[in-house]
């Protein structure tokens, strides 16, 4: 797998996602909704989806108050959406901005953690359908608007598992796989023909609700919040990544 290495010293300029326009899966919590506030604090109009919507206005209500561009809100479940939902979110982000210029791929379940002896089906599915379906049926309902944007990134979000598999992490870790060959696959179809870079990201042990589920006898601030692995996630987005395409990448060293 190819690897990237974000320079240690990387410092993301104040205006780094100026006039762009980012939509962030799962932005109601955790990592998403620090990618959405500091996508908006470096001057992106961010589209928050999400399925909670309490979530999604608190996130909005934050980035009003700091000074943000007017976010856009789009309740969604990934777990149950059609074909026909993507297609309309896709119609609702051409008619209000015309263009999208990144896209990042960051709602994921857990699932059960259990042996592969002893997983349900129903919860291997969900996993699945949340973790990788959906990420394909939203990645190319919004590449027409990705090709319209002059330099567009779309972020994938892997985990150490989605690297090395390990016991009991089941559907979860299979789901990370997968990520990481649709993001291969992607990034390989659009090298020479588009403007389109694709890549992959682990954002590393961070200290968000799906973490302390994992490991519930660890001590949660022992891992870094989300607003601090979030130079990783800015270099990404913004153009000082133009160039990086196909590359599996980690927030943390
Ligand atoms: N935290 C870590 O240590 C760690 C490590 C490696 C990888 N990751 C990955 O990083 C990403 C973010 O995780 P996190 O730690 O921030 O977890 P989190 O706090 O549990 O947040 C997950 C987000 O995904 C949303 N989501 C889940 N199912 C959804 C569905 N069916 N439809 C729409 N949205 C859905 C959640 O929405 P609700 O809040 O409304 O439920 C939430 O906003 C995930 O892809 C995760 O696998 C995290």
Same mark, same amino acid.
């Given at each position: 797998?190819?690897?990237?290495?974000?320079?240690?010293?990387?410092? $993301?300029?104040?205006?780094?996602?100026?006039?762009?326009?980012?939509?962030?899966?799962?932005?109601?919590?955790?990592?998403?909704?620090?990618?959405?506030?500091?996508?908006?604090?470096? =001057?992106?109009?961010?589209?928050?989806?999400?399925?909670?919507?309490?979530?999604?206005?608190?996130?909005?209500?934050?980035?009003?108050?700091? =000074?943000?561009?007017?976010?856009?809100?789009?309740?969604?479940?990934?777990?149950?959406? !059609?074909?026909?939902?993507?297609?309309?979110?896709?119609?609702?982000?051409?008619?209000?901005?015309?263009?999208?210029?990144?896209?990042?791929?960051?709602?994921?379940?857990l699932?059960?953690?259990? $042996?592969?002896?002893?997983?349900?089906?129903?919860?291997?599915?969900?996993?699945?359908?949340?973790?990788?379906?959906?990420?394909?049926?939203?990645?190319?309902?919004?590449?027409?608007?990705?090709?319209?944007?002059?330099?567009?990134?779309?972020?994938?979000?892997?985990?150490?598992?989605?690297?090395? =598999?390990?016991?009991?992490?089941?559907?979860?870790?299979?789901?990370?796989?997968?990520?990481?060959?649709?993001?291969?696959?992607?990034?390989?179809?659009?090298?020479? !023909?588009?403007?389109?870079?694709?890549?992959?990201?682990? $954002?590393?042990?961070?200290?968000?609700?799906m973490?302390r589920t994992a490991?519930?006898?660890?001590?949660?601030?022992?891992?870094?919040?989300?607003?601090?692995?979030?130079?990783?996630?800015?270099?990404?987005?913004?153009?000082?990544?133009?160039?990086?395409?196909?590359?599996?990448?980690?927030?943390?060293?």
């Amino acid at each position: 797998m190819d690897s990237h290495t974000i320079p240690t010293d990387y410092s $993301p300029a104040q205006d780094l996602l100026q006039d762009k326009v980012i939509l962030i899966t799962g932005a109601g919590d955790g990592i998403g909704r620090a990618a959405a506030e500091s996508y908006a604090a470096h =001057g992106a109009t961010v589209v928050l989806l999400g399925r909670t919507v309490a979530k999604l206005e608190a996130v909005y209500d934050a980035i009003e108050a700091a =000074g943000g561009a007017q976010p856009a809100l789009f309740p969604m479940d990934l777990a149950s959406a !059609t074909e026909a939902d993507y297609a309309n979110l896709a119609e609702a982000v051409a008619g209000t901005f015309g263009h999208l210029d990144g896209l990042l791929h960051n709602a994921g379940l857990l699932g059960e953690r259990r $042996p592969i002896a002893s997983a349900t089906w129903p919860a291997w599915a969900e996993v699945m359908q949340v973790n990788v379906n959906a990420q394909f049926l939203l990645s190319k309902a919004l590449l027409p608007l990705l090709e319209q944007a002059p330099r567009a990134s779309i972020v994938f979000t892997s985990s150490g598992v989605g690297r090395r =598999g390990r016991a009991y992490w089941g559907a979860y870790a299979v789901s990370k796989f997968a990520t990481e060959g649709l993001m291969q696959v992607l990034a390989d179809e659009l090298e020479n !023909t588009s403007r389109i870079r694709v890549n992959s990201l682990n $954002p590393g042990a961070t200290n968000t609700a799906m973490r302390r589920t994992a490991y519930p006898a660890e001590t949660p601030t022992k891992n870094p919040s989300p607003a601090v692995i979030m130079p990783a996630y800015l270099y990404l987005m913004g153009d000082d990544s133009v160039g990086v395409t196909g590359q599996a990448v980690n927030a943390q060293s």
